[in-house]
Structure formats: structure tokens, C-alpha cells
């Protein structure tokens, strides 16, 4: 999802790593976006793959996939992409990755709704 978008990037991602290695992936987001909101029960392990590769990428924590894009969504603006790229398992916090999609997309469509009111 990184490489496929142009432009500025904020990313949501988190979850349940599973004991994963996030280096990696770390070093990739913190060259490729603008901001990265991580949540979930792999929240501060992200964080610090992320700021090892680079201090000075705002990577924040957030318990839970509102206030991650909130966070994002402050952030950024018009032209700015904002993903949804957890790279973990969704088991943490929602039923299945279908479930965490869905509240995703209610969630935007609630930001929307309010932004233009």
C-alpha cells in the first residue's frame, strides 16, 4: 500500500503483531509517510521499528482505530491519502478483518460528514 499511493501518506496500522519482526516495515513507513498513527496491541513495539529507522517521523500511539485516525485526519490535508494498512492481525480489537474495515469506513464517513457541516 506504501509504494502503490503518490503524494502525502498518513498511515493506520496496528493490531496483534503475533510476534512478528516490524524492523522491516518500520524502516519503509518511516521514509514513505508523513505521519503514522499505530494502534492496537502492537501500538509501542510499531512505534519504536518505526523511530528506530527515523526520530524524526511523527509515528503516535493510539489504543484504538478512532482516535488513530482522528489523529490523521487532524493532520492532514486536502490531497493527502490516509490509509489503512494495519499489517497485523485485527483479532485484538474487532471480530475479524472485515469488522475492522467496516468501522474504518464508518468512521471516515463520519469525519466527512462533520468536516462539511
Known sequence: ???????????????????????????????RVAGAAIFGAARHEFQRAILAHAEHCPAVVHEELCAALEWCWSRSRWGDAIVLS???????????????GETFRALVSRLARRTVQ
Open 1 to 31: 500500500a506504501l509504494a502503490a499511493i503518490d503524494g502525502r501518506l498518513w498511515l493506520l496500522a496496528g493490531g496483534d503483531a503475533k510476534g512478528a519482526d516490524l524492523q522491516a516495515l518500520g524502516r519503509t513507513i518511516a521514509t
Open 86 to 100: 494495519p499489517a497485523c492481525a485485527s483479532h485484538d480489537q474487532f471480530r475479524d478483518f472485515h469488522e475492522r
